[in-house]
Each structure stands twice: as structure tokens, then as C-alpha cells.
């Protein structure tokens, strides 16, 4: 038995929840680099004898859906959280991030004087200010995934209907060439 319709309605909802979830993204200005964004993916499987679906991100991607909470404050939808020790200074100073964001976003930090400073320090000082305040929870995933869930056993059950459905019909038009 084939389950086209199940297979159907499956991968309609992974559409639809990834495509939410790419609109969240860039509507709540989390879409600088598009990394995250083109790493939403779906992986939907149907067998005579199981179902699986696989939601697929970067691994970030959680981080950004469910929060982190901060050494001094913040809250997180999750266990997620920096630790006093957490060497988030450190990966700024190796990779850059926070500063090529910093750049993207055109934010420098001025001195007493009215100078600006460079990129590279407001990569510092934004990597400090995560790591004490955490990150607010987006729910870009969260939120569509749960909409589109509430629709899918009805839509699901129907898929599922049809093919029982039709292989009915296709066991009932082999008998009747047997006879």
C-alpha cells in the first residue's frame, strides 16, 4: 500500500511551517546572512510501515527559536544558558561574528569625544551584552510548527482516508480481473 496522500499532506505541512518560519525570520530581523534561512529544510518519509519526518535548521536555529538565558538575566524557553565561564569573548575574538554583524547593522560605539570606534570593539561589547542579558526567545519556528500542527490530524486523517481508499479500489479491481 502506497500512502501518496499521507505523503502528500505530510510534506504540505513541512511547506508550510518552513515557509512561516522563513517569514518570521526576516519580518523579526533575524535573517542578516540568510544562513539560517536557506538551512530550513524538511525530510519526510513514507513506507509501507512507518512515518518520519525530520525538521532540519542550523544548529544555532535553536538557540534563536528558544532563547538563551544570560549570566545576569534573561529567559529561556529551554535549559540553554551561558555560564560565568562561558568563553563567548573568546569566539568573538576568533571569529568576528558579532563585529561582521555589527558592520551589516552600521553600529559603532563613540567615545566621550563624539569618535567612532571600530567595528571589531562593538563586536566585544555586543558579545559581552549577550552573554550577561542571554537571547530573548523569537519562536519563529515554534509558532508555526504548533499553528500548522493543530491542522494536521484532520488534514492528516483525510490523506490517510483517501489512500486506504484507493487501495481498496485497486484491491477490488484485481479480484474482479481474477474472476
Same mark, same amino acid.
Given at each position: 500500500?502506497?500512502?501518496?496522500?499521507?505523503?502528500?499532506?505530510?510534506?504540505?505541512?513541512?511547506?508550510?511551517?518552513? =515557509?512561516?518560519?522563513?517569514? +518570521?525570520? $526576516?519580518?523579526?530581523? #533575524?535573517?542578516?546572512? /540568510?544562513?539560517? &534561512?536557506?538551512?530550513?529544510?524538511?525530510?519526510?518519509?513514507?513506507?509501507?510501515?512507518?512515518?518520519?519526518?525530520?525538521?532540519?535548521?542550523?544548529?544555532?536555529?535553536?538557540? =534563536?527559536?528558544?532563547?538563551? +538565558?544570560? $549570566?545576569?538575566?534573561? #529567559?529561556?524557553?529551554? /535549559?540553554?544558558? &551561558?555560564?560565568?565561564?562561558?568563553?563567548?569573548?573568546?569566539?568573538?575574538?576568533?571569529?568576528?561574528?558579532?563585529?561582521?554583524?555589527?558592520?551589516?547593522?552600521?553600529?559603532?560605539?563613540?567615545?566621550?569625544?563624539?569618535?567612532?570606534?571600530?567595528? #571589531?570593539?562593538?563586536?566585544?561589547?555586543?558579545?559581552?551584552?549577550?552573554?550577561?542579558?542571554?537571547?530573548?526567545?523569537?519562536?519563529?519556528?515554534?509558532?508555526?510548527?504548533?499553528?500548522?500542527?493543530?491542522?494536521?490530524?484532520?488534514?492528516?486523517?483525510?490523506?490517510?482516508?483517501?489512500?486506504?481508499?484507493?487501495?481498496?479500489?485497486?484491491?477490488?479491481?484485481?479480484?474482479?480481473?481474477?474472476?
Amino acid at each position: 500500500m502506497t500512502l501518496e496522500e499521507t505523503n502528500k499532506a505530510l510534506n504540505k505541512f513541512a511547506k508550510y511551517v518552513i =515557509q512561516q518560519a522563513r517569514t +518570521k525570520l $526576516t519580518k523579526g530581523k #533575524k535573517n542578516v546572512y /540568510n544562513d539560517l &534561512y536557506d538551512s530550513l529544510d524538511s525530510n519526510v518519509k513514507v513506507s509501507k510501515n512507518s512515518i518520519s519526518m525530520d525538521m532540519l535548521m542550523d544548529k544555532y536555529g535553536m538557540f =534563536q527559536d528558544r532563547g538563551v +538565558k544570560g $549570566t545576569e538575566s534573561g #529567559k529561556s524557553l529551554s /535549559n540553554y544558558s &551561558y555560564k560565568q565561564s562561558s568563553n563567548l569573548k573568546g569566539f568573538e575574538a576568533a571569529t568576528g561574528t558579532f563585529a561582521k554583524w555589527a558592520k551589516f547593522r552600521r553600529m559603532q560605539p563613540r567615545d566621550k569625544k563624539g569618535r567612532f570606534g571600530s567595528y #571589531k570593539t562593538m563586536g566585544f561589547i555586543l558579545a559581552n551584552s549577550i552573554k550577561k542579558k542571554g537571547i530573548k526567545p523569537s519562536l519563529f519556528f515554534t509558532k508555526p510548527f504548533e499553528k500548522a500542527f493543530d491542522n494536521l490530524p484532520q488534514e492528516l486523517i483525510e490523506a490517510y482516508a483517501l489512500d486506504v481508499e484507493g487501495m481498496i479500489e485497486f484491491t477490488l479491481k484485481d479480484n474482479y480481473k481474477n474472476e
